[in-house]
């Protein structure tokens, strides 16, 4: 059943690709984010890892290298989060609120978690860049 919509979604994409109306290369560039893969997913995921084990050095390094191989909108926010929360828990709140606001840039709308909003560091300045849009 996948494979048959998959091959469903190929033929559909092969179709869009001739056309050029403005509609259809809005959906084209959809289409091709959603099976586009990036290059800093790998650091990304081990990253968000080294974070959970508590290596938060390690952890920074490979956030921000995935940052700057090229991450999906979703992803450059929760790499932004994570080193956020890095930078509060490591005492550079200034740090903390700048990955904040970038997190912001990339999604206005966006909220914490109830469990990481009620974190005694990081919460706070999460609300104060909210507070700065």
């Known amino acids: 059943m996948a494979f048959l919509r998959l091959v ?11 056309c050029e109306s403005a509609p259809i290369k809005a959906l084209q560039e959809e289409f ?32 921000q290298s995935s940052l700057d191989q090229g991450l999906g909108r979703n992803d ?8 956020a929360f890095i930078h509060c828990i490591s005492g550079r709140e200034r740090r903390c609120r700048d990955e904040f606001r970038a997190v ?9 978690a109830a469990n990481e909003a009620g974190h005694p560091i990081w ?8 507070g700065e849009q």
């Not at 469903?8 to 001739?18: E, N, Q, S, T």
């Not at 912001?104 to 914490?112: A, V, Y």
């Not at 919460?123 to 909210?130: D, L, N, T, V």
């Open 8 to 18: 469903m979604a190929a033929a559909i994409a092969a179709i869009l690709l001739g």
């Open 104 to 112: 912001l840039k990339i999604d206005p709308s966006f909220e914490l």
């Open 32 to 63: 091709k984010s959603l099976f586009q893969l990036h290059k800093g997913e790998a650091d990304l995921a081990s990253g968000i890892k080294q974070y959970e084990d508590g290596n938060y050095s390690a952890a920074a390094r490979l956030l």
């Open 123 to 130: 919460g706070p300045a999460f609300r104060s860049a909210k």
């Open 76 to 83: 450059q926010v929760r790499a932004h989060k994570y080193l």
